[in-house]
């Protein structure tokens, strides 16, 4: 397996190849590509003599001017350019909701980690699961996504009629007749809401969207 690791911190670049060097994996032994730059990650990708199976990324590598790659993230997708079946794994300690929103809507990442949540043996289970064509987002930045997802659903038109219908007073089954959707739609809409806002009834989705400042 060749893997492509990418961060300004020898020791952390070490970690990687110490856990992942480990004859528990179920995956061959990686043949490792360690950048600390962009430009020598750029430098590894132009000259590779085969794809890599996988490209661990520090969000905040130091950038290049020539080529002109700014990021971490920038280098991911010049990854997702030349090397599209590459699984990137994105490392960050950035937790502002839009960075990681960012992160996991742009690069479309199979794995995302916050590094307050990264340990060594954690490293080789992300890798495993991300090999087995899975995605994986640590618990940190699962929680930023969710409040991501929250505004979203609270910005889309009918949503908002809903919770702000809701709150005055009507009742689900009434919804429809002062909102254009069916009552199924509306049922459909309520219970994603439900599931995104981790709540299970009108009341608490109620006191839910109230704390947070949306109605």
């Excluded at 960050?92 to 307050?116: F, M, P, Q, S």
């Excluded at 009918?158 to 919770?163: E, T």
Aim: aromatic share 8%; with cysteine; glycine share 4%.
């Amino acid at each position: 397996m060749n893997v492509l690791l990418v961060d300004d911190h020898p020791m952390t670049i070490d970690g990687y190849v110490l856990a992942l060097s480990k004859k528990s994996t179920q995956f061959s032994l990686p043949l490792f590509d360690c950048a600390y730059t962009c430009e020598k990650a750029y430098h590894f990708i132009e000259n590779a003599i085969a794809v890599y199976d996988l490209a661990i990324i520090d969000l905040d590598v130091p950038g290049c001017i020539e080529p002109p790659i700014a990021s971490g993230k920038e280098l991911a997708l010049l990854i997702r350019k030349e090397m599209p079946f590459t699984k990137i794994i994105i490392i960050t300690a950035h937790t502002e909701l839009i960075t990681v929103y960012d992160i996991w809507k742009c690069i479309r990442t199979e794995g995302l980690v916050i590094k307050n949540d990264l340990t060594p043996e954690g490293m080789l289970k992300i890798v495993e699961e991300v090999m087995r064509g899975e995605t994986y987002k640590s618990p940190t930045a699962e929680n930023c996504m969710r409040e991501i997802w929250k505004k979203e659903l609270i910005v889309e038109d009918y949503n908002r009629q809903i919770i702000q219908y809701l709150s005055l007073g009507i009742r689900v089954k009434d919804l429809h007749e002062v909102i254009s959707l069916s009552q199924g739609a509306i049922q459909k809409r309520i219970n994603k809401i439900n599931s995104v806002f981790e709540v299970t009834d009108k009341e608490g989705l109620l006191r839910e969207v109230k704390r947070l400042g949306f109605i």
